[in-house]
């Protein structure tokens, strides 16, 4: 018999999230994050749905990240996010059914972006799965929209993804790219995968960007975490 479920929204200092658990859970809990300049929540809201029926207690916090011409508000929506991804890791932490030592992040897009740089500063984070981004993907979104000056640049390249998974961390990293990708060039995903240290696996999909809606690659995801987060099979 499928677990029930329960959905609700909790308020955090800095946002708000969706918090989707299962009344009988299996310890482990994760982060879904779209990351986008809108509230993404209800994208994942199916992934987050299976996953606890699966036993998972998914947290799915409402992260709005953009670039802006001037560098102070652009730091601001990438620190923003960050202290909202530990706010909702405090969350998890704190919910009687979880482990707060099994703790997971899969982020998708930006989502992906925003996980690698809060792998570098929260140890908290036992397994992280990050699709569909890479090395200089940031820098060229901002050269292309902004075309900002080379000081900006040298800002920006601090939070690129390569240099945050460049930094030791103990949690495994599953990397998921998509063959037909129309927003992140292949060099981009292979530099990632490149700069990225151990524990790490990367793998390639028959999709486009949507890597978070590919079978294969939802697959392959629970097994990561599953593997990672020590969830029981039954």
Partial sequence: MLPEITVSERRLADSVVTLVAPTRANGAAV??????????RRIFQPAAVELARAGYTVALPATRMALHRDWALTQNSISRATRVHRQAL?????????????LGFYGHSVGALQG???LREEPRVRAAVLAAFGTGSLRRFAVEDLAPCSGYLDELDRYDPGVSL???HRAPVLLQFGEHDDSIRR???AALSAAAVPPVITRWYDCGHGVDADTAATRDRKTFFDTFLEVRAG
């Fill in 31 to 40: 982060i879904l994050a779209h990351g986008g300049t809108d509230d993404g």
């Fill in 166 to 168: 460049g930094c030791p």
């Fill in 187 to 189: 060099d981009e995903a």
């Fill in 90 to 102: 405090d969350l998890l932490a704190g919910q009687p059914l979880v482990d707060p030592i099994r």
């Fill in 116 to 118: 690698a740089i809060l």
